[in-house]
């Protein structure tokens, strides 16, 4: 049968029953658990955690699973979290420095920034080597007041999750986003060569129709559905960098 907890048992509370040498396991643990939840990190993405670097969205997990066990765990001794808590911190601090004074620990532990768009056109390439849909893509878009994909000459996804959108100073006609398609479906072209200019539904892409021919697939994406380009609309944050 177990022994009923001592309220404010002074040992417990601070030593608890573990041998000193538990304090170097302490730390060996620490820094086992903070590197691997860093690579499950840098695996799920920067825009998982927008808002914040990848280091201190680690600092606040790491913080609050060290302060909450000794909070009401009885059996988990006020020294060994505060052992814990101060390794988590001093780590922090460590790739801080480091991320500040090399890039390439900053690549490593924060990402590099994704090419998003380019000259009105989605780099498919791009979005599925790092597991983004063109969906997501077109959603970050609208909130920053984007209609038309003519509209922006390049957008980059940053380490910290956020997008920099850079537009053209006179907008080119593209693919329209705005109603999102899953309410208003763009109305698909059968024969992209039978048309002035087509726009790829895959990746936004105007192509002259002069150059295409019946049943064409896109060059940059590879998709066969094509609709007709609208021109953008120029309002008062064109030309804004």
Same mark, same amino acid.
């Given at each position: 049968?177990?022994?009923?907890?001592?309220?404010?048992?002074?040992?417990?509370? &601070? &030593?608890? *029953?573990?041998? #000193?040498?538990?304090?170097?396991?302490? @730390?060996?643990? +620490? /820094?086992? @658990?903070?590197?691997?939840?860093?690579?499950?990190?840098?695996?799920?993405?920067?825009? !998982? /955690?927008?808002?914040?670097?990848?280091?201190? &969205?680690?600092?606040?997990? %790491?913080?609050?699973?060290?302060?909450?066990?000794?909070?009401?765990?009885?059996?988990?001794?006020?020294?060994?979290?505060?052992?814990?808590?101060?390794?988590? /911190?001093?780590?922090?601090?460590?790739?801080? @420095?480091?991320? %500040?004074?090399?890039?390439? /620990?900053? =690549?490593?532990?924060?990402?590099?920034?994704?090419?998003?768009?380019?000259?009105?056109?989605?780099?498919?390439?791009?979005?599925?080597?790092?597991?983004?849909?063109?969906?997501?893509?077109?959603?970050?878009?609208?909130?920053?007041?984007?209609?038309?994909?003519?509209?922006?000459?390049? =957008? &980059?996804?940053?380490?910290?999750? +956020?997008? #920099?959108?850079?537009?053209?100073?006179?907008?080119?006609?593209?693919?329209?986003?705005?109603?999102?398609? *899953?309410?208003?479906?763009?109305?698909?072209? #059968?024969?992209?060569?039978?048309?002035? !200019?087509? $726009?790829?539904?895959?990746?936004?892409?105007?192509?002259?129709?002069?150059?295409?021919? +019946?049943?064409?697939?896109?060059?940059? $994406?590879?998709?066969?559905?094509? +609709?007709?380009? *609208?021109?953008?609309?120029?309002?008062?944050?064109?030309?804004?960098?």
């Amino acid at each position: 049968m177990d022994q009923p907890v001592v309220p404010f048992d002074v040992a417990r509370m &601070f &030593f608890g *029953e573990a041998p #000193s040498p538990f304090y170097l396991e302490i @730390v060996v643990r +620490t /820094v086992i @658990v903070y590197g691997y939840t860093l690579l499950l990190l840098r695996w799920i993405g920067g825009r !998982s /955690v927008a808002q914040l670097s990848m280091v201190e &969205f680690l600092l606040v997990i %790491a913080l609050g699973s060290a302060v909450g066990d000794a909070l009401f765990y009885p059996e988990v001794p006020l020294l060994h979290a505060m052992a814990a808590i101060t390794l988590v /911190v001093g780590i922090n601090k460590a790739l801080d @420095v480091a991320i %500040a004074r090399w890039d390439r /620990v900053k =690549a490593m532990v924060d990402g590099r920034p994704i090419a998003l768009i380019a000259a009105g056109r989605v780099i498919c390439d791009e979005l599925g080597r790092h597991d983004m849909g063109l969906a997501e893509v077109m959603e970050m878009l609208r909130t920053r007041g984007v209609r038309n994909l003519g509209e922006v000459e390049h =957008a &980059f996804l940053e380490p910290g999750g +956020t997008m #920099s959108l850079f537009r053209f100073a006179t907008p080119q006609p593209g693919l329209s986003i705005m109603p999102p398609p *899953e309410l208003a479906p763009p109305e698909p072209i #059968s024969d992209p060569a039978s048309a002035a !200019s087509a $726009c790829c539904l895959g990746c936004g892409a105007v192509m002259p129709g002069a150059a295409m021919r +019946t049943g064409a697939a896109c060059p940059h $994406c590879g998709s066969r559905d094509w +609709t007709l380009p *609208e021109p953008a609309i120029p309002d008062r944050e064109a030309g804004t960098r």
